[in-house]
C-alpha cells in the first residue's frame, strides 16, 4: 500500500486571502514580503544570511508559481522555472479564525464550523471569575501579566517577579490563547503542566482553543529563554479527521512536532516531539524510513512562527525557509514508488506586518513524490482538499467536505 508524508511549515502563507479585511491583514502575505525585503537587502543580517531569497528546490517543485497565483505578482528575487516538477496550487481557508488549531484541523478534513472564543481587552483581559478559579484551584499566590503579549517580551519583562513571587506569567494574544509562562525551575514544569490543565478544563465552557505552557530558564541577571518543552493542551476537532480514519482503519501514524498537541492526542500515533526545525525534520525522515505500507507521518515545523513570524525577524525567517529548501533532497530521496508528499501551511505570520500575530492568508500547496505527474492544482476551495486527497491517495477514501485533486 502506499504511504503519504504531509509537512506543514508553521505560518508560511501566501498571501491573497479575500476575507483578509476581515481579520484585519488585507496585504499581508509572508513569502511574498519576506522575498521582497529580501530582494531590496532587508533580509541581511551578517553571519546569517544576504542577499536575495534563494529556494531552489521549492521553486522547482512550483512555490513561485503558487505564490504568483495566489497574490497575482512574482515571488521577487526568486527564479521560477518554466515548468516545476511538482503538483503545485494554493489553498483558501474556510475556517473561522486564523490560528493553528482552524489551520491543521482544516488541513485534516475537519473545518473550523464554529466560532472560538477569545479574551479581547488588551489590559486585564481574563474575566476576573477565571482568574479567580485558576488561583484557588491552583493554589497560586496569584498572576502575573493578565493582558495581550508577545511571549518573549513578557517573559524578560516579568520573569525576576515571577521568580520572586511563585505567581505564573498569564497572557493571551488575537488568537484563542491561553498562555502561561512559567520557570522550569523555580516553578517546576510538570506543575506547569498540571497548571495548564486546569485552565484548561476553566476555559473549555469560553471555547478557547489552547491553553499553552512556555516554560522558560535563565536568570534576571543572564537574561531568560523558553525552552522546548512547550506543550499545548487544545480542545479536540468536532468531527472526523483524516487521523481518525487512519486509526479507525488500523493504519500507523506518527506524528512530528505539535501535531500531538493541536489533535488533543486524538488519533496522533506515536508523537515524537523533538526542538526545532533541523531536528524535526531528521526525526522526520528516520521515522519515515521505518514507516510500514499504508502509514502516514504528520509533521509540523513550528519554528517559522514562533521563532521569527512572531518577533518580526525578516532574516530569520528567511535564513529558515532556505534551511528547509537546502533539506529537501534528503525528503525527496526518501521517497520510493508509491509514495506521496504534501508540503503546505496552516496560516500565515507575515513578518513585515503590523503587530506580532497570525495573518490571514492562502496557503501554498506542493505535492510531489515517484511518478507524481506534474501539473497545476490551481485554486484549492478549502484546505481539506488535502485531507481529501490524502485519504484516496492511501486507499481509505476521501475524509472532510474537500475536493480530491
Excluded at 43 to 65: I, K, M
Excluded at 126 to 145: D, N, R, S, T
Excluded at 306 to 332: N, Q, W
Aim: with cysteine.
Amino acid at each position: 500500500m502506499p504511504r503519504a508524508l504531509l509537512i506543514v511549515l508553521d505560518s508560511v502563507g501566501c498571501g491573497g486571502a479575500g476575507d483578509a479585511r476581515a481579520y484585519g491583514d488585507e496585504g499581508a502575505d509572508t513569502l511574498g514580503h519576506i522575498a521582497q525585503a529580501c530582494a531590496e537587502g532587508r533580509g541581511d543580517r551578517e553571519g546569517l544570511r544576504n542577499g536575495p531569497l534563494t529556494l531552489p528546490n521549492l521553486a522547482r517543485l512550483g512555490l513561485a508559481h503558487a505564490c504568483e497565483a495566489s497574490t497575482g505578482r512574482a515571488l521577487a528575487g526568486v527564479e521560477k522555472p518554466a515548468r516545476p516538477e511538482g503538483r503545485w496550487g494554493f489553498g483558501v481557508e474556510v475556517s473561522r479564525g486564523k490560528d493553528t488549531p482552524s489551520g491543521h484541523w482544516e488541513i485534516a478534513g475537519c473545518p473550523v464550523d464554529f466560532d472560538w472564543g477569545y479574551f479581547t481587552a488588551l489590559e486585564n483581559s481574563f474575566p476576573p471569575e477565571l482568574v479567580a478559579g485558576i488561583v484557588k484551584q491552583g493554589a497560586l499566590p496569584g498572576i502575573l501579566g493578565n493582558r495581550h503579549a508577545p511571549g518573549v517580551t513578557i517573559i524578560e519583562e516579568l520573569g525576576a517577579e515571577h521568580i520572586r513571587t511563585g505567581k505564573p506569567i498569564c497572557y493571551t494574544s488575537v488568537d484563542s490563547v491561553f498562555q502561561i509562562a512559567a520557570h522550569e525551575e523555580h516553578f517546576g514544569l510538570e506543575r506547569l503542566y498540571a497548571l495548564c490543565r486546569t485552565v484548561r478544563a476553566l476555559v473549555d465552557p469560553l471555547r478557547i482553543g489552547r491553553v499553552i505552557a512556555r516554560p522558560f530558564t535563565g536568570s534576571p541577571e543572564q537574561g531568560f529563554s523558553r525552552t522546548g518543552n512547550r506543550k499545548d493542551f487544545a480542545i479536540p476537532p468536532p468531527h472526523e479527521t483524516l487521523l481518525d480514519r487512519l486509526e479507525a482503519q488500523g493504519r500507523t501514524v506518527i506524528t512530528v512536532g505539535k501535531i500531538g498537541d493541536i489533535f488533543a492526542h486524538r488519533a496522533t500515533g506515536e508523537e515524537i516531539k523533538p526542538f526545532g526545525n533541523a531536528a524535526m525534520v531528521d526525526a522526520a525522515l528516520e521515522a519515515w524510513d521505518r514507516l510500514p505500507d499504508g502509514g502516514f507521518c504528520f509533521v509540523n515545523l513550528v519554528d517559522f512562527d514562533t521563532e521569527f513570524g512572531h518577533r518580526r525577524d525578516v532574516p530569520g525567517y528567511a535564513a529558515a525557509l532556505e534551511a528547509f529548501d537546502k533539506a529537501l533532497p534528503r525528503i525527496e530521496a526518501a521517497l520510493r514508488a508509491g509514495d506521496l508528499a504534501v508540503i503546505t501551511a496552516d496560516h500565515g505570520n507575515d513578518p513585515t506586518w503590523r503587530g506580532t500575530d497570525h495573518t490571514r492568508e492562502h496557503v501554498p500547496i506542493l505535492a510531489f513524490g515517484p511518478g507524481v505527474r506534474p501539473e497545476a492544482l490551481g485554486r484549492r476551495e478549502s484546505f481539506a482538499d488535502i485531507a481529501a486527497s490524502l485519504g484516496i491517495h492511501l486507499g481509505i477514501g476521501a475524509v472532510g467536505p474537500g475536493r480530491a485533486w
